[in-house]
Structure formats: structure tokens, C-alpha cells
């Protein structure tokens, strides 16, 4: 979740709209046959004209996350990816849907149960996991480091834009489903279909309340981020650190 951005210009109106077919290693070039799940990317489905990608890859990610979420991030995940490739296709960009729904799909695995004793940024707790997911299912490390970057740094404002689509999108996605950045770009019949597919109820409360109780056993880990809001809100007792107050009380005489 960020705060009000500067899009990245988008790619010339000429342009057509790509989505490239997936960059996971084929088979052929990869270990023996049963080794690994096939990775590409299979029959394609689509919602409100969104591709939406159905490898093997893609079935066993879902799998995970519907695992270990309950229907809020569980669906949010899924409107995160859908309004990300969205805003990708509009504006022209060339990313691979595959990086991109795994990204949408594990960045909020960090709220999750499973790391509710993490010591870490609940967004490396997701990056993490997805890159470990990936590897071990034969994606080369360079992509799956795009997937590590895209969750890493989908609270942080402005930098994600300035990267790689498969990182970039992940925060457009993000930034419209929580926060409502381009919230009324977004074609109504488009908006309705994904909602219809992917419900909201209550989502405002819920998604605070799940940042609230994901983050309240580490709050230092919200320093500097706009998480830090959630436990000024919501966790009785929190302190803000203050980082002017850090530096003037620093070890350094002067």
C-alpha cells in the first residue's frame, strides 16, 4: 500500500497492448521430464478481457495461497494481479503474466498466520516465499528476482513505477484495489466484473484490521514505511519512531 504517485508515462498510444508468453524455462530446455511442473503458460482464460494465465505454475501457486489465506487476501491478491495486468495493457507495457500474477498473489503471504511470529518486513516474508517458490520450480533466478522485488517493495512509493513492469505492476494493483489510485480510470464494466469475480466486503476495515494484527508483534519493522500509520491507529501504546529524534540522539558527538 503506497501513497499518491506520479504514474510512469506510459508507453506511446501506438503502441499495441503485450502480453508476452511466459519466460519460465521450456521444458525442453530444462531437466528430465518429471523432474519439475511444466511452466508455461497452458489455455489461456480472461476476465473483463484481462488474460489471465493457466500453467501449471500458475494452478500450483494458487493452490498455495488459497492455502494459507483467508478470502480477504485471498481475493485481493487475485484483484491486485487483475488490475495490475489491466493497467500494464493499457499503457502499452511488455511484462509476463506469469511473474506478475505470482507477484500479485504472494505479496500479502506475510499477513498470513504462517509468519505471525516473523521478525522481519512482512513484505520480505512474501517476497521470500515466492522466490523460493519459483526457483524451486525451475524459473531462473533473474526472474525470479523480479517477483522478489515487486512484493519487497510494493508499500514503498514511487521507486516500484520506475522499474521493470512485473515489479511496477504489482503496486498499480495494489495502489488501486486499497488505496484508489486511478480508481476512476478504470472502465466501470471493468471494475464491476473483477469485484463480481473477486468480492470486497467490508474491505476498508478488514485489510486494516489484517495489517493491524499482521504487523502489532513487529513494529519496528514499520519504521519509515506508511505501515507505521496502522499501528498509530489501531495498537494501543505504540510510539512512532521519530527519525529526526534518531539522528540527534545518535552515539555521534556531533
Not at 84 to 94: M, S, V
Not at 103 to 126: I, M, N, V
Not at 184 to 189: F, K, N, V
Request: charged share 25%; aromatic share 6%; net charge negative.
Amino acid at each position: 500500500m503506497t501513497t499518491e504517485h506520479t504514474p510512469a508515462d506510459p508507453a506511446p498510444a501506438d503502441r499495441e497492448p503485450t502480453v508476452p508468453a511466459s519466460t519460465a524455462p521450456d521444458p525442453a530446455d530444462a531437466a528430465p521430464a518429471g523432474s519439475r511442473p511444466d511452466s508455461r503458460p497452458g489455455s489461456a482464460r480472461s476476465l473483463a478481457g484481462i488474460p489471465v494465465p493457466d500453467s501449471r505454475l500458475v494452478r500450483e501457486a494458487t493452490e498455495l495461497v488459497r492455502d494459507l489465506t483467508d478470502d480477504l487476501i485471498y481475493h485481493h491478491s487475485h484483484r491486485v494481479y487483475l488490475f495490475g495486468a489491466h493497467h500494464g495493457i493499457r499503457h502499452g507495457l511488455d511484462f509476463d503474466p506469469e511473474l506478475l500474477y505470482v507477484g500479485a498473489l504472494f505479496h500479502d503471504l506475510g499477513l498470513t498466520g504462517k509468519f505471525r511470529t516473523s521478525p522481519q518486513r512482512f513484505e520480505l516474508d512474501g517476497a521470500d516465499e515466492a522466490r523460493a517458490f519459483l526457483t524451486a520450480r525451475g524459473v531462473p533466478e533473474d526472474r525470479a528476482r523480479l517477483v522478489w522485488e515487486g512484493i519487497a517493495l510494493h508499500t514503498t512509493p514511487e521507486i516500484p513505477h520506475r522499474m521493470a513492469p512485473e515489479v511496477a505492476l504489482v503496486t498499480a494493483g495494489v495502489e488501486l484495489d486499497v488505496l484508489g489510485i486511478g480508481h476512476d480510470a478504470l472502465p466501470p464494466e471493468t471494475r464491476d466484473a473483477v469485484v463480481a469475480a473477486h468480492p470486497r466486503p467490508d474491505f476498508k476495515r478488514r485489510i486494516l484490521h489484517a495489517f493491524h494484527t499482521g504487523l502489532a508483534h513487529r513494529p519496528a519493522t514499520t519504521f519509515g514505511n506508511v505501515k507505521a500509520d496502522v499501528l498509530d491507529r489501531f495498537e494501543a501504546g505504540y510510539t512512532r519512531p521519530n527519525f529526526v529524534r534518531i539522528i540527534e540522539d545518535s552515539a555521534w558527538p556531533a
